[in-house]
């Protein structure tokens, strides 16, 4: 192995110092300039690299949905199709289908681009930009629900603040409207960094664990109705004036693959009935056991009290909703 | 020295930064070899320590304007590794293959550490689940990978001892 001799150390240290302080200068920028600079490598020396990364990711999702194809035609690999992994993949592809055919007009479909891998980022990279008509503060969401928002926009990729950002900000409500608040990451370390929390709801508005919470509409930049999350606990705070309440984000970040963006003209427009299959269900499912709880304890038939909840677990599988934990 | 050698070098360099961009995103795996770290290594066992800090300056730079929240943590964290490799090469760098695999590993340990360190968005416990479970896996996979291209490449020392 061919080695280059040192002719002088202190050129070597010296060279090294300016590469560190330069690197701290960097992480020391304020944010504007940061992205400036940023974005400039983005559309500049990366976007070759870029280009060749977003290929690579889709072509591990053609590889994916391939094989799921596959599956589908041969009625021999139809029991693969148990497979926990490919199902939910399938269900994500059929649900962002859905979600399109339900949105008709006014959205951009994307691909992540994952990051370095290295620890939580809590943003994200998406192969559209200003030539897609992509514009800062769009909301993006999948089948599920609210992922995040559009923060940054170079000519072909855009950088997305996700739910679990510090910055992260959403007014949001329970699904009749008896609750307001505003949701954010939860913060924390371990499992909690992946919980949100709703605060400043009103004390005699009092949320269930299981209850659906959606954007409210309020702020103008997320449309009313989009799935935020799903009501785990209330939170002990200090705040004697208000609530606050765990919160299980709609989408998990692992599956944060394939989305869309919603542009600002959709958003004004509103999202009515798109989200609200599953919505509504969840909530037509609780009138239900609300009333078969009534009428249990008007009677004291206590058959109807353990059976109680039944339909709701058959609404919530016919919507898509995932079941509520507990007793 | 082979004056061929700074063309082989210089072509799996490419390899790496390439499979970085292509082959890493397709497999997609939780735990991920970091070619640019090997690349990074590559140069620095062959270059003067300043060389070696600018190259990782620049590799982290350009790795950061993807994550523009942490912009400059990767680039400090491939500066010292750079660096820090080419100075070490010396003790480090022999033709015995364990020696060239832990030197991988500790290359991409180390800059797990100062990235994560750097970054400051992890707390206590989350970084230390990080470092010690899944960055020594992804620096093992990295050091494998690593080991692959010293053998493919040609030194022919190591060739003869894989």
């Given at each position: 192995m061919a080695r280059v001799t040192r002719t002088d150390p202190r050129l070597d240290l010296a060279a090294a110092a300016t590469c560190v302080v330069a690197a701290l200068v960097c992480l020391a920028l304020p944010a504007t300039t940061r992205d400036a600079v940023a974005g400039a490598l983005r559309s500049s020396l990366m976007a070759p690299l870029l280009r060749l990364q977003e290929r690579a990711e889709l072509g591990r999702r053609t590889l994916r949905g391939h094989d799921v194809a596959a599956q589908v035609a041969d009625s021999v690999a139809l029991r693969a199709l148990r497979l926990t992994g490919i199902e939910q993949e399938n269900a994500h592809l059929r649900g962002l289908l859905g979600l399109g055919a339900a949105l008709r007009w006014g959205f951009v479909p994307a691909e992540a681009l994952g990051g370095r891998g290295v620890g939580d980022d809590p943003t994200m990279l998406i192969s559209v930009g200003r030539r897609e008509g992509i514009e800062p503060l769009s909301p993006v969401v999948t089948p599920d629900g609210l992922l995040g928002v559009v923060d940054r926009v170079d000519a072909n990729l855009s950088t997305v603040i996700l739910w679990q950002h510090p910055d992260f900000r959403v007014s949001a409500m329970s699904t009749n409207g008896d609750a307001y608040g505003m949701v954010q990451a939860h913060g924390g370390s371990g499992a909690n960094r992946f919980f949100l929390e709703m605060r400043g709801?009103?004390?005699?508005?009092q949320l269930k664990p299981g209850d659906v919470i959606v954007t409210?509409?309020?702020?103008?930049?997320y449309p009313r109705g989009i799935p935020v999350g799903t009501v785990v606990s209330e939170l002990r705070t200090p705040d004697q004036w208000a609530r606050s309440y765990l919160v299980r984000p709609a989408?998990?970040?692992?599956?944060?693959?394939s989305v869309l963006v919603l542009s600002r003209e959709r958003a004004d427009a509103g999202v009515p009935n798109v989200w609200a299959s599953a919505v509504g269900a969840d909530s037509a499912a609780r009138r239900v056991v609300a009333a078969i709880d009534s009428i249990a304890r008007l009677t004291g038939d206590s058959n109807t009290v353990r059976q109680r909840r039944a339909p709701m677990d058959t609404a919530r599988a016919r919507a898509g909703v995932p079941g509520r934990r507990g007793p | 020295m082979n004056r061929s050698r700074p063309f082989v070098t210089a072509f799996w360099i490419v390899v790496l930064v390439l499979a970085h961009y292509t082959l890493r995103p397709f497999l997609g795996w939780r735990v991920q070899a970091d070619f640019l770290i090997v690349a990074l290594l590559l140069v620095a066992v062959r270059a003067r320590p300043a060389v070696a800090a600018v190259c990782g300056l620049a590799i982290g730079a350009g790795t950061d304007a993807l994550t523009p929240e942490t912009f400059g943590a990767g680039a400090l964290a491939m500066t010292l590794v750079g660096f820090g490799a080419s100075w070490l090469k010396a003790a480090f760098f022999t033709e015995n293959l364990a020696l060239n695999a832990v030197f991988v590993f500790a290359g991409k340990w180390a800059f797990d550490v100062v990235y994560l360190v750097a970054q400051r968005r992890m707390h206590a416990a989350d970084l230390l689940v990080q470092l010690v479970w899944w960055s020594p896996l992804s620096a093992g996979l990295t050091a494998a990978v690593g080991i692959g291209v010293l053998v493919w490449s040609g030194t022919d020392s190591v060739r003869r001892r894989a």
């Amino acid at each position: 192995m061919a080695r280059v001799t040192r002719t002088d150390p202190r050129l070597d240290l010296a060279a090294a110092a300016t590469c560190v302080v330069a690197a701290l200068v960097c992480l020391a920028l304020p944010a504007t300039t940061r992205d400036a600079v940023a974005g400039a490598l983005r559309s500049s020396l990366m976007a070759p690299l870029l280009r060749l990364q977003e290929r690579a990711e889709l072509g591990r999702r053609t590889l994916r949905g391939h094989d799921v194809a596959a599956q589908v035609a041969d009625s021999v690999a139809l029991r693969a199709l148990r497979l926990t992994g490919i199902e939910q993949e399938n269900a994500h592809l059929r649900g962002l289908l859905g979600l399109g055919a339900a949105l008709r007009w006014g959205f951009v479909p994307a691909e992540a681009l994952g990051g370095r891998g290295v620890g939580d980022d809590p943003t994200m990279l998406i192969s559209v930009g200003r030539r897609e008509g992509i514009e800062p503060l769009s909301p993006v969401v999948t089948p599920d629900g609210l992922l995040g928002v559009v923060d940054r926009v170079d000519a072909n990729l855009s950088t997305v603040i996700l739910w679990q950002h510090p910055d992260f900000r959403v007014s949001a409500m329970s699904t009749n409207g008896d609750a307001y608040g505003m949701v954010q990451a939860h913060g924390g370390s371990g499992a909690n960094r992946f919980f949100l929390e709703m605060r400043g709801v009103l004390l005699r508005a009092q949320l269930k664990p299981g209850d659906v919470i959606v954007t409210s509409g309020l702020g103008g930049v997320y449309p009313r109705g989009i799935p935020v999350g799903t009501v785990v606990s209330e939170l002990r705070t200090p705040d004697q004036w208000a609530r606050s309440y765990l919160v299980r984000p709609a989408v998990p970040l692992s599956e944060a693959g394939s989305v869309l963006v919603l542009s600002r003209e959709r958003a004004d427009a509103g999202v009515p009935n798109v989200w609200a299959s599953a919505v509504g269900a969840d909530s037509a499912a609780r009138r239900v056991v609300a009333a078969i709880d009534s009428i249990a304890r008007l009677t004291g038939d206590s058959n109807t009290v353990r059976q109680r909840r039944a339909p709701m677990d058959t609404a919530r599988a016919r919507a898509g909703v995932p079941g509520r934990r507990g007793p | 020295m082979n004056r061929s050698r700074p063309f082989v070098t210089a072509f799996w360099i490419v390899v790496l930064v390439l499979a970085h961009y292509t082959l890493r995103p397709f497999l997609g795996w939780r735990v991920q070899a970091d070619f640019l770290i090997v690349a990074l290594l590559l140069v620095a066992v062959r270059a003067r320590p300043a060389v070696a800090a600018v190259c990782g300056l620049a590799i982290g730079a350009g790795t950061d304007a993807l994550t523009p929240e942490t912009f400059g943590a990767g680039a400090l964290a491939m500066t010292l590794v750079g660096f820090g490799a080419s100075w070490l090469k010396a003790a480090f760098f022999t033709e015995n293959l364990a020696l060239n695999a832990v030197f991988v590993f500790a290359g991409k340990w180390a800059f797990d550490v100062v990235y994560l360190v750097a970054q400051r968005r992890m707390h206590a416990a989350d970084l230390l689940v990080q470092l010690v479970w899944w960055s020594p896996l992804s620096a093992g996979l990295t050091a494998a990978v690593g080991i692959g291209v010293l053998v493919w490449s040609g030194t022919d020392s190591v060739r003869r001892r894989a």
